[in-house]
């Protein structure tokens, strides 16, 4: 019998968290704006770690982008909200951006420190393996609801996070915790992260030793009964364990946890152990739209209702005003699409005319082929007797060397036609035409009023070549000279014949 193939069964499983209630998951963008330093950059990665797995954990970000290239893409990757770190003069600000339309909340970076600085500090640092793949729980303390900016900020930070439905909620998925403190005297809020662990109680200290330790077993050759063991004071047991008072964080587990003796039903201590990032942040501002609009709530500013008039007539002025010339960029572009359409159609209906008239033209020369050819020769013969007067020369027209003559040609072959006429009837034009002619013609050092000249030949003794060439002084005397002398003479064109002046002839004589 063959293999039957493997079905995928956990593959291409929806992400979901701790207790999800089906609705979209929240997702941010953290980033920096402008320079910020390495310092900040450090801080922009824990906070990225902080918010995982729903957020872009290696989102790159050049100097060149803008708010709006990262508003363009949140949509489609489904982003919600921003997390945007910018460094100025005097502050760090850090703002929490709700998209697509705002809120946005303005906060000042008092004091901040970061994973690495935390973890150095605690004296027994633990890590929970897998604790970065589910959301972190949403703690806030202190956020008053009579206060509008507490009762805003409670919206904003709860909506960053994913919600969680506490009948359905799998405790096991929670490992991470966040919580935010609100302190109404400073208006300052503060951020703590902190990963959970469970500890089984109701056992003695050598009972939970023997249960966590997996590979070690404790030396028991001081004992002589296990009993001794389990029943042991805290002083059998190492020091660095640093257990807490009896009762703190006690509770009964409603389900099953990860780790040795968290059964439920059964007692159990909550452990908190900080992690990383810690800030402390610093309430400025509340503005309506994304890092714009109208300022709902300023710490440091405060406004009479007609400057919050003027204020919020001026910002919805400039809103009717984007609106506006957007709808006017797209009215333009819809435009000029239609004026391209428009012009293509004309080229392809230009091209189909021009395409039907050169078949009709290549049909017709086609059924008229016959009757062109056999009636050209008797137009040419006719045409010849008309305008010559005379029988043509048997040569001219060939069957062997036929020809169509163009207009031009028709036009000069008429021309020296009706010429050769007229000289036959009128010898004396056609003496002076030939005068003329030779009047006409110009040589190296001759005007063309000048008769025939003496010819003088030389010879060049290095080549032995002989040339025509007038004597007299100047360069063509200093050439004859050289010529003497046995130097190769400049050579102008081959066969070209050089004749002496008037004033050489005078000169030489």
């Known amino acids: 019998m063959g293999k039957t193939r493997r079905k995928k069964k956990h593959t291409h499983v929806a992400a979901s968290g701790p207790g999800v209630t089906g609705q979209p998951v929240p997702s941010t963008f953290v980033m920096e704006h402008g320079k910020v330093g390495?310092?900040?950059?450090?801080?922009?990665?824990?906070?990225r770690q902080m918010m995982e797995p729903h957020t872009a954990s290696k989102l790159k970000v050049r100097r060149r982008n803008v708010l709006k290239d990262?508003?363009?893409?949140?949509?489609?990757?489904?982003?919600?909200?921003?997390?945007?770190?910018?460094?100025?003069?005097?502050?760090?600000?850090?703002?929490?951006?709700?998209?697509?339309?705002?809120?946005?909340?303005?906060?000042h970076l008092k004091s901040f420190c970061l994973c690495s600085e935390v973890v150095s500090n605690l004296k027994k640092p633990t890590t929970i393996p897998g604790q970065f793949l589910t959301p972190p729980l949403l703690v806030l303390n202190?956020?008053?609801p009579d206060s509008k900016p507490c009762k805003l900020i409670a919206t904003m930070l709860q909506n960053m996070l994913p919600s969680i439905t506490v009948q359905t909620v799998k405790l096991a998925e929670i490992r991470r915790c966040v919580m935010f403190h609100f302190d109404s005297a400073s208006s300052t809020v503060e951020l703590r992260h902190y990963n959970i662990k469970a500890t089984p109680r109701g056992t003695s200290r050598g009972v939970r030793k023997l249960a966590r330790s997996r590979s070690h077993v404790p030396n028991l050759s001081r004992y002589t009964d296990i009993s001794d063991f389990v029943l042991s004071g805290p002083g059998e047991v190492s020091e660095s364990e640093g257990?807490?008072?009896?009762g703190e964080g006690d509770v009964t587990l409603p389900q099953d946890l990860p780790g040795r003796g968290n059964i439920k039903a059964e007692q159990s201590a909550i452990r908190l152990t900080e992690i990383g990032p810690r800030l402390t942040m610093q309430l400025v501002k509340i503005e309506s739209g994304l890092c714009d609009g109208e300022v709902l709530h300023h710490q440091f500013v405060s406004k009479t209702r007609r400057e919050a008039r003027d204020q919020r007539r001026r910002v919805q002025e400039r809103r009717q005003l984007k609106e506006t010339r957007k709808r006017q960029q797209e009215a333009n572009v819809l435009r000029k699409k239609q004026e391209q359409e428009q012009h293509r159609e004309k080229c392809m209906a230009g091209q189909k005319r021009g395409l039907g008239k050169q078949d009709s033209v290549t049909m017709e020369d086609k059924g008229d082929a016959s009757s062109y050819s056999s009636d050209d020769d008797d137009d040419d013969l006719q045409w010849y007797r008309e305008e010559v007067g005379e029988e043509?020369?048997?040569?001219?027209?060939?069957?062997?060397?036929?020809?169509?003559?163009?207009?031009?040609?028709?036009?000069r072959f008429l021309h020296q036609s009706k010429r050769r006429k007229t000289e036959k009837a009128d010898p004396e034009t056609a003496t002076a035409r030939e005068h003329n002619k030779q009047a006409g013609k110009r040589s190296y050092g001759q005007r063309p009023s000048e008769g025939p000249q003496k010819m003088v030949r030389f010879?060049?003794?290095?080549?032995?070549?002989?040339?025509e060439r007038g004597g007299g002084g100047g360069k063509q005397g200093k050439r004859e000279e050289s010529a003497g002398k046995g130097r190769a003479l400049p050579v102008k064109k081959a066969g070209r014949v050089f004749r002496r002046s008037a004033s050489n002839r005078a000169r030489a004589s």
């Open 38 to 47: 390495s310092t900040l950059s450090r801080l922009v990665a824990d906070l």
């Open 70 to 107: 990262f508003v363009a893409v949140a949509g489609p990757l489904g982003v919600t909200h921003f997390i945007v770190v910018s460094l100025s003069k005097e502050f760090i600000n850090i703002k929490f951006c709700r998209l697509p339309r705002g809120p946005t909340i303005t906060f």
């Open 142 to 144: 202190n956020f008053a």
């Open 243 to 246: 257990e807490e008072m009896a």
């Open 392 to 411: 043509p020369d048997p040569d001219v027209f060939l069957k062997a060397n036929k020809r169509k003559r163009s207009s031009s040609n028709k036009e």
């Open 459 to 467: 010879t060049n003794a290095t080549k032995g070549r002989t040339r």
